[in-house]
C-alpha cells in the first residue's frame, strides 16, 4: 500500500480481538507497523513516528496469538529507514527497504533515494528489497515508464545483495513477469498479497516464485484466490497482513494487525487439506529459507 491511503485506511472502527492462538508458530511476511500504529501523518517526512512502547506492545500481541516473526515492510526512503532500525532493536522483525511503485510513478524514485535503498540493504537485519513492483491501478499511464524503471533497479539491488525481492502486483501481472523474465529474478522473489488467478499462480510457481496470501483469501468472492493457492506447493506459500489493510473474515473493513493473521492461517488450512500445525511449520520453514533467520544478526 501506499502512505497516501494510510491515514484512512487506518482508522477504520475498533481493532478487532485477537483469535485463538495459532498451535505452532507462524509468520506475517509483510507488514508495516508504522502504518498500524498511526502515528504519522500521511505527508511522510514529518511528524512523529510510533514510540518503542507502542511497537513493542503491538508486536507482542501479535507473539501471543502464535505469530513471533514479522517482516516490517518499508515504501519510502523515511519508511525503509524506520524499517531497518526497528529489525536492528528487535529480534521478532526482520526489514524489507524499497520505494513503492506508486512512489516511483509520482516521480520520487529519484538516483538518491535509490542509493539510499541499497546502502540499506546491506545492512545485516534487512532481508528483503520490497515492496516493489508495478501498479496499473493508482498510477496512470504517464507514470509507468518510472515504474517499471525502478522496478529494473530494485531488482538488481536484491541481486546485489543477494536477498529477496518482495513484489507489489496490482494490475499487472504479465507486465511483471516479463520484468522479472527480462532481468532475472532474483533466488527468492516473492508476490505480496498474490493477486491473481489460477493460470497466473501456475506461471509463478513454475517460475519457483513464492505466492504469499493476505486477509483477501478469506473474503466471499475470492475463488479464484482459493483455487491459486491451492495448486501452489505448501512449500511456495506464505501468508501475510499487509496490516493495517486487508482485514480478514469475520472482520474485514476493520484495522488490520499481524495478531490476526491465524484467520488467514486457518483459511489456507480449508483451501490446501493440510493439517494446522503442519502448515505452521512449513509456513516458518519457507519464510527462514526466504529471509534468513529472526534470531541472527547474520543473513546465513
Not at 496499473?136 to 509507468?144: A, L, N, Q
Not at 473474503?219 to 511456495?236: I, K, S
Not at 489456507?268 to 503442519?278: H, M, N, Q, Y
Amino acid at each position: 500500500m501506499s502512505r497516501s491511503a494510510s491515514a484512512r485506511a487506518n482508522r477504520r472502527g475498533e481493532p478487532p480481538p485477537s483469535p485463538e492462538p495459532l498451535p505452532a508458530p507462524a509468520v506475517d511476511s509483510h507488514t508495516h507497523l508504522d502504518i498500524v500504529l498511526g502515528e504519522r501523518p500521511a505527508d511522510g517526512e514529518h511528524g512523529e513516528w510510533a514510540s518503542e512502547d507502542a511497537v513493542d506492545a503491538e508486536i507482542a500481541a501479535a507473539e501471543a496469538a502464535g505469530i513471533p516473526r514479522l517482516v516490517q515492510v518499508g515504501v519510502d526512503v523515511a519508511s525503509s529507514r524506520w524499517s531497518a532500525e526497528l529489525a536492528a532493536r528487535h529480534p521478532n522483525v526482520l526489514a524489507a527497504v524499497a520505494l513503492h511503485p506508486n512512489e516511483a510513478g509520482d516521480g520520487r524514485a529519484t538516483d538518491d533515494a535509490l542509493a539510499e535503498i541499497d546502502r540499506l540493504a546491506a545492512l545485516p537485519r534487512v532481508r528483503a528489497v520490497g515492496e516493489t513492483g508495478l501498479d496499473r491501478y493508482r498510477t496512470g499511464p504517464e507514470g509507468w515508464d518510472a515504474q517499471e524503471a525502478a522496478f529494473r533497479a530494485h531488482i538488481r539491488i536484491a541481486k546485489e545483495h543477494g536477498i529477496a525481492l518482495v513484489i507489489h502486483d496490482r494490475d499487472a501481472h504479465e507486465e511483471i513477469l516479463r520484468v522479472l523474465d527480462d532481468e532475472g529474478a532474483p533466488e527468492h522473489t516473492v508476490f505480496h498479497c498474490f493477486s491473481g488467478d489460477a493460470a497466473f499462480a501456475k506461471a509463478c510457481v513454475e517460475r519457483g516464485h513464492v505466492l504469499s496470501f493476505a486477509g483477501t483469501l478469506t473474503f466471499g468472492n475470492a475463488g479464484y484466490l482459493r483455487e491459486a493457492a491451492a495448486l501452489t506447493p505448501v512449500d511456495q506459500l506464505l501468508v501475510e497482513t499487509d496490516a493495517p489493510f486487508l482485514t480478514p473474515v469475520p472482520f474485514r473493513g476493520r484495522p488490520n494487525a499481524s495478531r490476526l493473521v491465524p484467520h488467514t492461517v486457518r483459511g489456507l488450512v480449508e483451501v490446501t487439506g493440510t493439517d494446522l500445525e503442519e502448515l505452521c511449520d512449513q509456513l516458518t520453514r519457507t519464510a527462514e529459507r526466504v529471509f534468513g533467520p529472526w534470531g541472527s544478526g547474520t543473513r546465513a
